[in-house]
């Protein structure tokens, strides 16, 4: 199966990222929305993840580069999309 690269918005300030958000739907009718933000404080990227069953997390992910938080979101999105075409397949 292939899966489509997600396409990011990174917010700027002062040459850092402190945020980056990514949605896009599935299917037309499934909606699927990361967004990463930096905490200054604690020095780390929250990756939030909104969208149905398994996909939408209460707590954030928390990451020490927003690389990672990415890598990461793109694991669960092929997670994601591997569940609904399995779903699919046995509605078939």
């Known amino acids: 199966m292939e899966f489509k690269q997600l396409k990011w918005t990174d917010h700027l300030s002062n040459d850092l990222v402190i945020g980056s958000d990514c949605c896009f739907r599935v299917y037309d009718s499934i909606k699927i929305e990361f967004k990463i933000a930096y905490e200054p404080k604690e020095n780390q990227y929250?990756?939030?993840s909104f969208g149905i069953g398994s996909l939408r997390r209460?707590?954030?992910d928390k990451f020490a580069t927003v690389k990672e938080a990415?890598?990461?979101a793109y694991e669960i999105y092929k997670n994601e999309i591997c569940r609904i075409k399995r779903a699919i397949d046995n509605l078939i």
Request: positive net charge; aromatic residues 22%.
């Open 70 to 72: 990415k890598t990461t």
């Open 46 to 48: 929250y990756l939030y």
């Open 58 to 60: 209460l707590m954030p």
